[in-house]
C-alpha cells in the first residue's frame, strides 16, 4: 500500500515547524493528521480520493484541516471509542465512526489496521499498513522520532504507558516508522529508534529519581537536578515531563509524591 506524506507548516513546538500528513492507500484512501490545508495536500487528497479522514491524537498541531477535508471529500471521520467528545472540541467537527485496538478502515488498497499507542496523548495511536506479506508501515504520530526525543508531560502524557508503546513498536518491529515529525525511519533503524527513546526515558527516570533522593522536592528544583542543558523556551515542557516521570516513579513506590512535593519512598 502506497503510504504519501505531506508536510504541512503547523504552530507547532516541535523544531521542524511542520506536521506529516499521510494519504494512505487509493480510491478510497486514509487521510491521517490533516494539521493544516496545503495545495500539496489538497492535490494528494483529490488524486487518491480520500474516504477517509482519522488522526494519531488531538494535539492542536495534528487536526487543524480534519473539518475542512472531510468536507471537501465527504470523506468518513474516524475517532477513537470513547473520545468523540475531546475529538469534536479539537476539530470542529462530529465523527462518523470510531475505531479500537486492530479496527481495520479499508482502502482501495487494502486494510489499515489501528494500533493502540498510548503515553504521549492518552487516545494516541497508530496505524499499521502492509500486513499482508508485503512491506509494513507504521504512521506513529508522536510516539517517535528519527531525532531528539518526544515531550511526554503531565497530566496528558502517561510514562509508563509511552515506555509500552514503545516495546511494542520494538516487537512489531515494522519496515518503516513514518513519524508526525521529521523524517521516515526505516529497517533496522526502527528497533534501534525505539531502544533509543526507551534508554533516554529511563536515563532521565534516573536522573529525577536521584534529584529526589538528594533532596529536591518541587517540579522546579528537581528539573534543575534532572536536566543539564539550557532549557530557555522549552522550561514548561521539562517541568511536565519531570511531572510524569514522578507519577510513574509514585505509582511504583519509587518515590513519595502528592502533586506539589516529592520526597523518597520510605
Do not use: N
Request: hydrophobic share 40%; glycine share 10%.
Amino acid at each position: 500500500m502506497e503510504a504519501t506524506r505531506v508536510g504541512v507548516e503547523v504552530a507547532t513546538r516541535a523544531p521542524t515547524g511542520e506536521t506529516g500528513a499521510y494519504v494512505l492507500g487509493a480510491d478510497p484512501a486514509l487521510l491521517v493528521d490533516p494539521a493544516a490545508e496545503s495545495d500539496e495536500l489538497d492535490a494528494l487528497a483529490a488524486d487518491r480520493d480520500v474516504g477517509h479522514v482519522a488522526v494519531t491524537h488531538h494535539h492542536p498541531d495534528h487536526v487543524g484541516a480534519v473539518a475542512h477535508y472531510a468536507e471537501r471529500h465527504d470523506a468518513a471521520v474516524w475517532t477513537r471509542t470513547g473520545r468523540a467528545d475531546a475529538f469534536q472540541r479539537a476539530t470542529g467537527i462530529e465523527p462518523d465512526r470510531t475505531f479500537a485496538e486492530g479496527t481495520s478502515i479499508e482502502t482501495g488498497d487494502g486494510a489499515v489496521r489501528v494500533v493502540d499507542a498510548p503515553g504521549h496523548a492518552p487516545e494516541h495511536v497508530a496505524f499499521a499498513t502492509g500486513e499482508d506479506g508485503g512491506d509494513t508501515d507504521l504512521v506513529c504520530g508522536d510516539l517517535a522520532v528519527a531525532k531528539g526525543s518526544v515531550v511526554v508531560g503531565a497530566p496528558e502524557g502517561d510514562m509508563r504507558a509511552y515506555l509500552s508503546s514503545l516495546r511494542r513498536v520494538h516487537s512489531m518491529a515494522p519496515d518503516r516508522l513514518r513519524p508526525g515529525h521529521g523524517p521516515a525511519v526505516e529497517g533496522p533503524a526502527v528497533r534501534a529508534t525505539a531502544t533509543r527513546l526507551i534508554a533516554h526515558r529511563l536515563d532521565r527516570e534516573r536522573r529525577v529519581r536521584s534529584a529526589v533522593e538528594r533532596g529536591a522536592e518541587t517540579v522546579s528544583g528537581i528539573c534543575d537536578a534532572a536536566y543539564e542543558k539550557d532549557l530557555t523556551g522549552v522550561r514548561d515542557l521539562a517541568e511536565a515531563t519531570v511531572r510524569a516521570h514522578l507519577e510513574k516513579l509514585a505509582v511504583e513506590g519509587a518515590v513519595d509524591w502528592d502533586g506539589e512535593r516529592a520526597r523518597p519512598a520510605e
